[in-house]
Nanobody, 125 residues
């Protein structure tokens, strides 16, 4: 299992932007699927975006499509989630997760075996 560390969360006004980072200490993320999940108070954890670090394919939940962008740096050590046009409904703890995968990625919780501790994102005026 990887040790994943998220960063970049915080308080932002509606309409604002944040960029989350997910770093895997000491690992190069080749042939991994990396996903971002979020969990709002009283709600189930939901998958919102994932990326296949080898082929670069991505997926997005409908709730974030067109507003969020997932990417991996050239060194394949960090995955980013650029979040634009944030609304109060985006308020949640955001987690990154990883699994070894040759290609593609899924937004299902059960597919991932390495998880970060989460970073809080609060969208409020």
């Amino acid at each position: 299992q990887l040790h994943l560390v998220e960063s970049g969360g915080g308080l932002v006004q509606p309409g604002g932007s944040l960029r989350l980072s997910c770093a895997a200490s000491g690992y190069i993320l080749s042939y991994y699927a990396i996903a971002w999940f979020r969990q709002a108070p009283g709600k189930e954890r939901e998958g919102i975006s994932c990326i296949d670090t080898s082929g670069g394919s991505t997926k997005y939940a409908d709730s974030v499509k067109g507003r969020f962008t997932i990417s991996v740096d050239n060194a394949k050590t960090t995955v980013f989630l650029q979040m634009n046009s944030l609304t109060p409904e985006d308020t949640a703890v955001y987690y990154c997760a990883a699994e070894v995968r040759w290609s593609g990625c899924l937004l299902s919780l059960d597919d991932y075996d390495s998880w970060g501790q989460g970073t809080q994102v609060t969208v409020s005026s």
